[in-house]
RNA sequence: UGGGGCGUCGUCAAGCGGUAAGACACCAGCUUUUGGAGCUGGCAUUCCCAGGUUCGAAUCCUGGCGCCCCAGCCA
């Protein structure tokens, strides 16, 4: 069955000479070759705790962890928790639950730059001790104007030329709480006219009264992303820091501080572009406004690209490892087609998903023929890619569900379903010709077809070899069970929604539509949550794990089937949903 | 008139001077008790443009053009 106790890495790879591999790949192959960190490969993948992990971090992750792994090597999880006023642990224990639901494991070696802080300032303490950092009186805003424009360079701080004892004495009464929020921060001397912004004497220390989710109140300072990222790189002895192209322009200044500093080692960082995918969007800051707002339901919305919203909606881990090895890595930046997720979706699910019968919108069938009280049992295969799956029995009698979508009174030319006179296979069950539509006399809509059976065909085929177009799911009327079923579609009725002024006015309305009464066949009355079902012909869902109780089965659709009909119904302009 | 990147099929992406991999999508056919799955075939004489070097260039050189990122006491 396809629950996820199926998210085993695929193993580990090495790459073999002549592999194509992506240019981080090769890059560590060189370095190993050379005898680099005495060959020795460690990354980290490290988070902010202040949300959720999308598809995105997915890629990330697959890549940190996927490359240590491939080179015999390893990969730490380290929460990059240094602003205390947008962190939180509860984030943390949802990405440490996303990492591993992924299929990846950091061991003992869970690690947080917060427990580095006394580290971090003893570093800083060193730096002004060299007279590489002072501190600075400078209001945030007169920072700003010091700073110069991306043209023009900037001008040199007044501050910046104070005396080692009286900065070392200044950034202990930071330490010890002597000084406002804001009114002073410690600074790397570097070069207020470097092109590179960020090597104009980047603030390192920031006064800052929050309390931290861990270390409570016993810090008043805290340390700058960039001044922690490369020292807590280094003290945990990475050998390949791997981040996104945002902070290519940083990695002067990465290096800077591993120069300066006497540090175990000087890991290389590598910035590769970060994942962007058609109809969605990727932005932490962004999604939050989807959620905010109120245009989702939640994180965890099976909309969502978030993996809490993925994993609700029935995606699996394999599938997007899969994915996120098949988009490669490189440095242009690029917007990967939604639809090689849900190619690698399918592939994993068309494998392991067991087949059921479920009709979404029911329409009455009465075989005219078949005997009122008889019930048969027909035997179906649970899934046709896996004989060791084995068969099921199902319930048939004389009324029955079908799908609306399988009749049409008056069929276009390629419909090749139910229609009136029309012979069509029942799957597992018999051929059935339709010989009456009964309509509401109201409402002109049908609301029953009347049939007959042929009982030679009891199975599916027909002694004298005659041929049906089709062959269509059902469900036996009395024995079915009910359920509501959620059908998800794009989010966005756009590719890149941020080519929009507004992302949210191109967000489509129909993403969500809620089908209630819909008939499933009995077995699906133990359905278990976290089992992938197909539903023949329909597509993949599985037990909504929030909303569906014992009483009200919910099942969310994972993605649909891939739909031949669909496609000839888009080209001649009608669609259905 | 700053600095850092990137430009190869509709979408990703190999290629690293020897004559354009692969995947998704798409199209056609076969097959099929899921219009599913599977199988077969098709799909860049051309690599942002223009010059140059070379027997030979997507790959090297020169000059353009286009796109992205950076002016948080965020990460």
């Known amino acids: 069955m396809s629950a996820d106790s199926d998210n085993k890495p695929a193993g580990k790879k090495s790459p073999a000479p002549g592999d194509s591999l992506d240019f981080i790949r090769s890059r560590i192959t060189e370095d190993v070759a050379a005898g680099k960190n005495n060959g020795r490969v460690h990354t980290r993948f490290p988070p902010e705790p202040n949300g959720y992990l999308h598809i995105g971090h997915a890629k990330a992750i697959c890549l940190d962890f996927g490359t240590a792994e491939e080179f015999g090597g390893l990969c730490n999880l380290r929460f990059d928790d240094t602003n205390p006023v947008k962190e939180d642990v509860r984030y943390a224990e949802s990405i440490m639950d996303d990492v ?10 869970l690690y947080w730059a917060s427990d580095y802080f006394q580290k971090l300032h003893d570093f800083a303490v060193q730096l002004i001790r060299d007279g590489k950092a002072y501190v600075c009186d400078l209001t945030a805003d007169e920072i700003r104007e010091y ?63 929050a309390t931290h989710h861990r270390t409570g109140d016993k810090w008043c300072i805290y340390p700058m992303y960039d001044f922690t990222h490369c020292l ?11 981040c996104d192209l945002d902070f290519e322009d940083h990695r002067p200044l990465y290096d800077w501080f591993l120069d ?65 090895s098949r988009i490669g890595v490189a440095k242009r930046e690029s917007i990967v087609d939604v639809a090689l997720l849900e190619h690698t979706l399918r ?113 599916g085929s027909a002694p004298d070899g005659r041929k049906v177009k089709a062959t269509m799911h059902w469900v036996s009327a009395e024995h079915a069970v009910e359920a509501e079923v959620r059908l998800y579609d794009q989010l966005f009725t756009e590719e890149n929604p941020l080519a929009r002024d507004d992302f949210t006015a191109c967000l489509n309305p129909n993403s969500l539509t ?20 197909q539903f023949e012909r329909l597509g993949y869902f599985c037990i909504d ?8 089965l919910v099942f969310d659709r994972t993605v649909t089937l891939r739909d031949a009909w669909a496609r000839i119904q888009k080209k001649s302009g009608t669609k259905s949903n």
């Open 545 to 552: 794990s929030v909303d569906s109780t014992e009483t009200t």
């Open 347 to 459: 592939e994993d699910l068309n494998k392991h998903a067991p087949r059921v019968m479920a009709v979404l919108r029911p329409l009455k069938v009465i075989i005219e023929n078949y005997p009122e009280d008889k019930v048969e049992m027909v035997e179906a295969v649970n899934n046709p890619e896996d004989p060791s799956a084995g068969t099921r029995e199902v319930p048939f009698s004389r009324e029955l569900f079908i799908e609306r979508d399988d009749f049409l009174e008056d069929p276009p030319k390629k419909f090749f379903r139910l229609a009136p006179g029309r012979e069509v296979r029942l799957r597992y069950a018999y051929f059935i010709t339709c010989v009456d539509v009964i309509k509401d006399p109201e409402s002109g809509e049908i609301t029953e077809l009347r049939c007959t059976y042929d009982p030679a065909t009891r199975g």
């Open 260 to 324: 300066e500093l006497d540090v175990p080692c000087h890991p290389q960082q590598i910035e590769f572009a970060r994942l962007n995918m058609s109809y969605t969007i990727m932005s932490k800051r962004l999604l939050r406004r989807l959620v905010e707002e109120g245009h989702v339901n939640g994180w965890d919305d099976p909309r969502m690209p978030t993996l809490q919203g993925l994993r609700r909606r029935g995606y699996t881990p394999k599938s997007i490892r899969e994915f996120c």
């Open 147 to 209: 700073r110069g424009t991306l043209t023009e360079p900037g001008r040199d701080s007044p501050y910046r030329d104070r005396s080692v004892s009286e900065n070392l004495d200044l950034f202990e009464r930071m330490r010890a709480g002597e000084f406002e929020d804001g009114s002073r921060t410690l600074r790397a001397k570097i070069d207020m006219a470097s092109g590179n912004l960020n090597m104009r004497d980047p603030v390192i220390y920031r006064i800052l009264r």
């Open 232 to 242: 807590s790189d280094s003290l945990e002895g990475i050998t390949h820091s791997l």
């Open 514 to 533: 809620v089908l209630t009464g819909c008939r499933l066949e009995p077995s699906l009355a133990a359905a278990k949550p976290r089992v992938r079902y």
């Open 100 to 109: 591993h639901w992924l299929g990846f494991d950091w061991g003992d070696r």
